[in-house]
C-alpha cells in the first residue's frame, strides 16, 4: 500500500490514519476482520464513482453481507430525521452486534455515519474513508461524530474514534473545485493554529500535491485530539479557529448558503481581527492571513456579520460556557491559544470591519 501513517492516541484504542494513492480498496484488508455484516454508509453524491463501486465489490466478497445505505449529500443529512432514518434501515436489515460500520464520503457522511455507528446497538465499530479535503484533514480524525439541530450545528454527538482512516487521495480529483477550495480553509486553519511553516507554503495558493499537505494537517489533529481526547484541556479547541463564527454564519443562512469551509475561512478573518483588538496579534499578520485566505478563492466577508444576528446562534456555540464564547485567538501565525472574556463591543467592531471590507484596528 503507497500509503504514509499516522497514529492516533485514544482512550479507547490508538488507531492510523493512512493518507496515500491506491489506498482502497485493499487497504481495508488489515482492519476489517472477515465474514462480519457490513453497513457501508456513502454519500449518494459519489456512489456511482468507479472507487465506490470498487469497494462495495470488495466489502461483497470480504463481508457475511453488505447492507448499502445512501446518505443524500449535503448538510441536511446530518440531521435527526436523516439518523432516524439510517437507524431504522440498519434494524430493518437486520444488522447484528457483530457488524461493522465503513463510512464512505465527506464530513457530512463521516459524522453521520460516525453517529450512527456509536449509538446503533450502544456501538459498532467504524471505519473512515473520507473522500474531500475536509473529510481528510479533519473530520475523520479524532473521533468526534454527530448530527445538528435546528439550534445549532453538532449539538448531539459522542467521541466514537475509528477503527482506522483510510484518505486516498484519489477521491480528490473528482472533487468540484468549490468543495477543494472550501476544504483549503481547514487547511490553512492548521497551519494558522499550529504551523507557520505549512501556512507559508499555501500563502500563495494551492499546493502542487496534496499528499504531503494533508498528512502535515492529520499529524497536527492527532497531536491535538490525542492530548485532549474529550476537548477539556483547551488543546483540541483551537481546532476550533474560525469556527464559532463559522457556525453562527451556518446556523443564519440554514447549512446550506454557505459551505463549511468558506463559513470557517469568513470566521478566520474576524477571529483574526479580533486577535489584533486583543493587542496580541499584528496588524500585517492579519492582512497576510486575509491574503492567503483569498488566494485560495475564499471569502473573506459576508453581508450578515452582524452582533444581532449572529449572537443568538453563537451564544449556543459548543465552546460556549456559563462565562459565555470562548474564542480561539491568534498570537502569531503558527501560535492560538483560547480566550475568555472577549468583550461584547469589541467583537462588534470586529464583525463590522470585517463585513465593510476595513483593516483591522487596534
Ligand atoms: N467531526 C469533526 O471533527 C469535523 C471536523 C470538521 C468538519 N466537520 C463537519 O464536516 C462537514 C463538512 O464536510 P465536507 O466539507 O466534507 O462536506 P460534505 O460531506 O457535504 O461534502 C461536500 C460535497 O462534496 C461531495 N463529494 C464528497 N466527496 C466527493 C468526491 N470525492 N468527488 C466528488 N464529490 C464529492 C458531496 O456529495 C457533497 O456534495 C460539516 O458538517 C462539518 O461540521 C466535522
Redesign the pocket.
Known sequence: MNAQRVRVKSAARDYSVYVGEKILPQGLQSHLPPKVPVAMLV????AA?PLTLAIFAWLEKRASRVVRVRIP???RS?SVEEYGRVVRQLAGAGLTRDGWIVAV???????LA?FVAATYLRGLPVIQIP?????MV??SV?G???I?LPEG??LVGAFHPPQAVLADLR??E???PA?RR??MA?VLKYGAIADSKLFASLAKGPPRSMRKVVKRCVEIKAKLAGEDERDLKGKRALLNFGHTVAHGLEGIVGYEGL???EAVAIGMVVAAHLSVKARRFKKKAAEKLKAAIRAHGLPVTHPELRWDRLSPVMARDKKATTQGIRWVLLKKIGKADLVSGVTEKKIQMALEEVREGKLPKG
Open positions: 454519500d449518494e453524491g459519489i464513482l449529500a449535503g448538510e446530518k464520503g465527506g464530513g457530512v457522511t463521516g459524522d460516525g473522500t474531500t479535503v475536509v473529510a479533519d473530520s479524532g468526534k461524530t454527530g445538528d450545528k453538532n477521491w480528490l473528482s472533487l468540484p468543495e472550501a476544504g481547514e459551505r463549511h469551509g
